[in-house]
Nanobody, 123 residues
């Protein structure tokens, strides 16, 4: 079955960096657009970044533009999120998700989700 497993979360000081990974299995990873979302306690799930099937087209939320980079390795069936200059508002559970349509911000359009990885940014 489809599995998305995030890793790489943890505790980091404001201004620091983390790299998240998402290992995919159970489907043809190279045919899917992928994205990262995050959800802070008591808040709705928000779009962070998306990447098309080949990796040559990306879309990044304004709130993280210039600090976060999304990438993928189709040979390894993995998705990544490099997060630099982290801010306290980056504290959230980060999720990877897949869908077939493209670079979409709405979480309702995504058909598979991972279980999430916690990122905590201390100020």
């Amino acid at each position: 079955q489809v599995q998305l497993v995030e890793s790489g979360g943890g505790l980091v000081q404001a201004g620091g960096s983390l790299r998240l990974s998402c290992a995919a299995s159970g489907f043809t990873f190279g045919l899917k657009a992928m994205a990262w979302f995050r959800q802070a306690p008591g808040k709705e799930r928000k779009f962070v970044a998306a990447i098309n099937w080949s990796g040559d087209s990306i879309h990044v939320a304004d709130s993280v533009k210039g600090r976060f980079t999304i990438s993928r390795d189709n040979a390894k069936n993995e998705l990544y999120l490099q997060m630099n200059s982290l801010k306290s508002e980056g504290t959230a559970v980060y999720y990877c998700a897949s869908q077939t349509e493209g670079l979409i911000e709405s979480p309702r359009e995504y058909d598979h989700w991972g279980q999430g990885t916690q990122v905590t940014v201390s100020s």
